[in-house]
């Protein structure tokens, strides 16, 4: 049972796939908390993947849409309002792919075009969301728009490849376009910096197995999971956020502020014991 916490509130959620997708939590306990709203992934994912079953589960609508396409953009919007019966309370973006990752393109080997298509979808079609719901004026006052993000985006993370580029640009796009939003129509939009989360996306990062290691390790309360970012989202759409906006939000159970935490320092030690860092000298 839920508490409640969005109550007559409506909203959009882009990026839910499966059951490990971070959106597909998000949705489930937004539906919990007492939330309408719409679901939106692209066209193939809605009609051969498992998000019709999401919505079955959450008494949610499909709307199919590119997230790089204005004109589908705007169709969801649109869509979203006349099924939900007004203007939306919050939006996540939890939209991200690199080709360059998943051909296994190393970071000083790119394909631009690659990359091109990694910033537009990942952080890119921030900008167009954002923009279409402005112009369209289809956001309420004190609505919430949330974006997830990595900590790549501000350290070189081995093996994130160009997908940090693109969430340095998601950051970037939250702060420009969060004073527009909250000044003229005072509209929160905020990005998630989330701990390394087991999804479909996540699993293509080389070493991602290790990463999710490291940052657990690393983390004095241990890694954030789907489950607890979804709870986050949820509280950053209800009223108890009202006032927080512009901000890259850290949920990683306090990775970004370590150095060095005693249970990272032991592994290492026993990578000396075990002479796996011999070459080094």
């Given at each position: 049972?839920?508490?409640?916490?969005?109550?007559?509130?409506r909203?959009?959620?882009?990026g839910a796939?499966?059951?490990?997708?971070?959106?597909?939590?998000v949705?489930?306990l937004?539906?919990?908390?007492?939330a309408?709203?719409t679901?939106?992934?692209?066209?193939v994912?809605c009609?051969?993947?498992?998000?019709?079953?999401l919505?079955?589960?959450t008494?949610?609508?499909?709307?199919?849409?590119?997230a790089t396409?204005?004109e589908?953009l705007?169709?969801v919007f649109?869509q979203?309002?006349?099924i939900?019966?007004?203007k939306?309370d919050?939006v996540?973006?939890?939209?991200?792919?690199?080709l360059?990752?998943?051909?296994k393109?190393?970071?000083?080997?790119l394909?631009?075009?690659?990359?091109?298509?990694?910033l537009?979808?990942?952080?890119?079609?921030?900008h167009?969301?954002?923009?279409v719901?402005f112009?369209?004026?289809?956001?309420?006052?004190w609505?919430?728009?949330?974006?997830?993000?990595?900590?790549a985006?501000?350290?070189?993370?081995?093996?994130?490849?160009?997908m940090?580029?693109?969430k340095?640009l998601?950051?970037?796009?939250?702060?420009?376009f969060?004073?527009?939003?909250?000044?003229?129509?005072?509209?929160?939009?905020?990005?998630?910096?989330?701990?390394p989360?087991?999804?479909?996306?996540?699993?293509?990062?080389?070493?991602?197995d290790?990463?999710?290691?490291f940052?657990d390790?690393m983390?004095?309360?241990?890694?954030?999971?789907?489950?607890?970012c979804?709870?986050f989202?949820?509280?950053?759409?209800?009223?108890y956020?009202?006032k927080v906006?512009?901000?890259?939000l850290?949920h990683d159970?306090?990775?970004?502020?370590?150095?060095?935490?005693m249970?990272?320092?032991k592994?290492?030690n026993?990578?000396?014991?075990?002479?796996e860092?011999?070459?080094l000298?």
């Amino acid at each position: 049972m839920g508490n409640n916490l969005l109550k007559g509130k409506r909203g959009i959620i882009f990026g839910a796939l499966n059951d490990m997708s971070i959106a597909w939590k998000v949705a489930e306990l937004a539906h919990q908390e007492g939330a309408t709203f719409t679901l939106s992934n692209t066209h193939v994912a809605c009609r051969m993947g498992e998000v019709t079953d999401l919505a079955a589960k959450t008494g949610s609508e499909l709307v199919p849409a590119d997230a790089t396409n204005v004109e589908d953009l705007e169709n969801v919007f649109k869509q979203s309002t006349e099924i939900l019966g007004g203007k939306i309370d919050f939006v996540l973006h939890s939209i991200g792919m690199s080709l360059n990752v998943r051909k296994k393109r190393v970071y000083h080997d790119l394909d631009y075009n690659y990359l091109q298509k990694t910033l537009d979808i990942s952080a890119i079609s921030f900008h167009k969301m954002l923009q279409v719901a402005f112009k369209l004026d289809a956001m309420s006052e004190w609505g919430s728009v949330l974006a997830l993000s990595y900590v790549a985006a501000q350290r070189t993370l081995y093996g994130y490849n160009d997908m940090a580029d693109a969430k340095a640009l998601l950051e970037s796009i939250a702060r420009s376009f969060g004073y527009i939003f909250g000044r003229e129509r005072k509209v929160r939009v905020n990005t998630i910096s989330q701990s390394p989360t087991v999804t479909t996306a996540g699993s293509g990062v080389k070493g991602f197995d290790g990463l999710v290691d490291f940052a657990d390790r690393m983390s004095p309360l241990g890694n954030a999971d789907a489950q607890d970012c979804a709870n986050f989202c949820a509280m950053m759409f209800s009223d108890y956020a009202r006032k927080v906006t512009m901000q890259n939000l850290f949920h990683d159970g306090g990775f970004s502020s370590m150095g060095m935490s005693m249970r990272a320092m032991k592994q290492y030690n026993k990578s000396f014991d075990s002479g796996e860092l011999s070459d080094l000298y």
